[in-house]
């Protein structure tokens, strides 16, 4: 990748399963990559480790789930925490980005390719979906600051 581009890793939190996506700053595209089990929003670590070596990120992005108000939750809250993890855990720069709509634009876009219906949501995880979203979201408001 030149110089400029980065590769990023993006984190739909919950407190059941995380997705993951990875995207990069030149194009500004992010794709799906995988669901995390996680126990009362703990990940295997180590999972998370090895994506790490795997993708030798440059930057790791989460997703604040906030109100329609914009004022935090309380998952929220959580996912700041896990954030805070990541970054002490891994020494790899954190953002947090708003991801308001980002898992209910995923099950819409599932439902879009017909591959969503309430169902199927086992079968076709929208939670990597969402974490791609979130992701571009991101990357879409770095290219704004160049």
Request: aromatic share 6%; proline share 6%.
């Amino acid at each position: 990748m030149p110089a400029s581009a980065q590769r990023v890793l993006g984190f739909d939190y919950g407190t059941r399963q995380i997705g993951v996506a990875v995207g990069q700053t030149l194009t500004g595209n992010a794709r799906p990559l995988k669901e995390l089990r996680a126990r009362d929003g703990i990940p295997d670590w180590e999972q998370i480790a090895a994506l790490l070596r795997e993708w030798q990120p440059d930057a790791l992005v989460v997703g604040l789930p906030l109100n329609m108000d914009g004022t935090p939750s309380e998952m929220s809250a959580r996912a700041e925490k896990f954030s805070r993890r990541l970054h002490g855990r891994f020494q790899i720069p954190v953002h947090c980005v708003d991801e308001r709509l980002s898992t209910f634009e995923a099950k819409q876009t599932l439902r879009e390719t017909g591959r969503g219906t309430p169902s199927s949501y086992r079968d076709n995880p929208v939670d990597s979906l969402a974490a791609a979203l979130l992701l571009e979201t991101w990357l879409a408001s770095q290219k704004e600051h160049e």
